[in-house]
């Protein structure tokens, strides 16, 4: 289990920027998957961003493709996202996701391949 808190959300005008943060506790990140996901109010959690154990491989959801980049720092035990051209659709909770698997090196995209959360960091674009 890893304990994941995220930061870096805040209120911003539309076409800024703005990055997450996602720091994980425990001595394996390196082992898990990441991936960051985001609830706008009154809709279900959607798939943002996800990024492999290693960071050789990325997916996005296409409303966020050449705007949004995942990172991470396995020496630092962080992911990021980096948001830039915010519309205010982007407005949400965002959550930062832990997948633990030893044996595969890629991306999950769904919620369910996920079991441990953050407790989500808020996103506002003013338009």
């Known amino acids: 289990q890893v304990q994941l808190v995220e930061s870096g959300g805040g209120l911003v005008q539309a076409g800024g920027s703005l990055r997450l943060s996602c720091a994980a506790s425990?001595?394996?990140?390196?082992?898990?998957?990441m991936g960051w996901f985001r609830q706008a109010q009154g809709k279900e959690r959607e798939f943002v961003a996800a990024i492999s154990k290693m960071g050789t491989s990325t997916d996005y959801v296409d409303s966020v493709k050449g705007r949004f980049t995942i990172s991470r720092d396995n020496a630092k035990n962080t992911v990021y996202l980096r948001m830039n051209s915010l519309k205010a659709d982007d407005t949400a909770v965002y959550y930062c996701?832990?997948?633990?698997?030893?044996?595969?090196?890629?991306?999950?995209?769904?919620?369910?391949?996920?079991?441990?959360w953050g407790q989500g960091t808020q996103v506002t674009v003013s338009s």
């Open positions: 425990g001595r394996t990140f390196g082992s898990y998957a």
């Open positions: 996701a832990a997948a633990l698997n030893t044996r595969y090196s890629g991306v999950y995209t769904n919620a369910v391949s996920y079991t441990d």
